[in-house]
């Protein structure tokens, strides 16, 4: 199906209600409930369900055999890797229905989400933030930051390039990203991006 503003391949299931910004392209068996809000510029690969209670930005890039539930938000040009999981109860039984204890998570802007990956519901991450293949997340984890490993850990500093940064877990520096020339200082546990 071709909409005025996206395009959806006929084996998508789109329910009434969803919005979807001008330029997403939706591929094959994908399911988008009605309440979700997804922006401009998206792409949602093969087998991605999106739930009611999600709101998905621009230019979000959302790989095969991911299910984004109910209570998590992306913001813009977030990348979900292929078969990346998200969460939204802590301690889920079968027997006991949980819907009124969803746990909101924050993806925020920039951040990759490697493959294999599992985000587990009530955290924030971080704005650029990368999470390696297959980690499992269980905290927050700081802008900028390279988190890796089962159970995940804090691991180095990425650019927005993409690139890992020359820069300390902790303590006091600054270094420039090879690629784009951008500056970044760490301070207090944070790295931020400086001005121009």
């Known amino acids: 199906m071709t909409d005025a503003a996206y395009s959806a391949h006929p084996s998508a299931i789109i ?6 910004g001008p330029g997403t392209r939706i591929w094959h068996w994908v ?20 739930g009611n209670r999600v709101v998905i930005g621009d230019n979000v890039k959302i790989q095969n055999n991911v299910s984004v539930y109910d209570n998590v938000t992306l913001e813009d040009e977030v990348f979900c890797g292929p078969s990346m999981v998200f969460t939204n109860v802590h301690n889920p039984r079968s027997a006991i229905s949980r819907k009124d204890e969803y746990q909101d998570t924050l993806v925020r802007r920039g951040a990759t989400l490697g493959a294999n990956c599992t985000i587990l519901c009530g955290v924030t991450i971080g704005a650029h933030a990368f999470i390696g293949a ?8 700081p802008d900028f930051s390279l988190v890796l490993g089962v159970p995940a ?10 690139e890992r940064l020359d820069l300390p877990l902790a303590g006091a520096a ?14 207090g546990g944070e790295v931020v991006l400086l001005p121009d």
């Open 134 to 141: 297959g980690a499992v997340v269980t905290a927050d984890a």
């Open 153 to 162: 850990r804090h691991a180095g500093w990425m650019s927005r390039f993409g």
């Open 15 to 20: 329910d009434r209600g969803a919005t979807i």
């Open 31 to 50: 399911h988008v409930c009605g309440g979700a809000a997804i922006g401009a510029g998206c792409s949602l690969g093969q087998n991605v369900f999106v």
């Open 174 to 187: 600054e270094t420039t990203c090879p690629h784009t020339g951008d500056r970044y200082r760490l301070r």
